[in-house]
């Protein structure tokens, strides 16, 4: 099994920015890809970005331009930098890890990120 413990959501106002973490551990032995989901009140959740073990990354393009994602092989952590935030990026926002050759996917158990004044 692996655990991912995510941190770093919160309250910040429009045009601020949050950096969320993913930490992962547990039986970790080939991680192809790191990413994050989002779920808004009464939406389906959407990617918002994605990391490869090859350094590949895939953006939402309602973030692209705004958010970074980057991942610390050594510590097993991945980490979304998210700035010029909009009331819009409000939502639950949902680590993930796959793994092995089936590509097996974990997830995290969700951070809440309001975007507000």
């Known amino acids: 099994q692996v655990q991912l413990v995510e941190s770093g959501g919160g309250l910040v106002q429009p045009g601020g920015s949050l950096r969320l973490s993913c930490a992962a551990s547990g039986n970790i032995f080939s991680i192809n890809r790191m990413g994050w989901y989002r779920q808004a009140p009464g939406k389906e959740r959407e990617l918002v970005a994605s990391?490869?073990?090859?350094?590949?990354?895939n953006y939402a393009d309602s973030v692209r331009g705004r958010f970074t994602i980057s991942r610390d092989s050594a510590k097993n952590t991945a980490y979304l930098q998210m700035g010029s935030l909009k009331p819009e990026d409000t939502a639950v926002y949902y680590c993930y890890l796959q793994q092995g050759y089936t590509d097996y996917t974990y997830w995290g158990q969700g951070t809440q990120v309001t975007v507000s004044s």
């Open positions: 990391l490869t073990n090859y350094g590949s990354t």
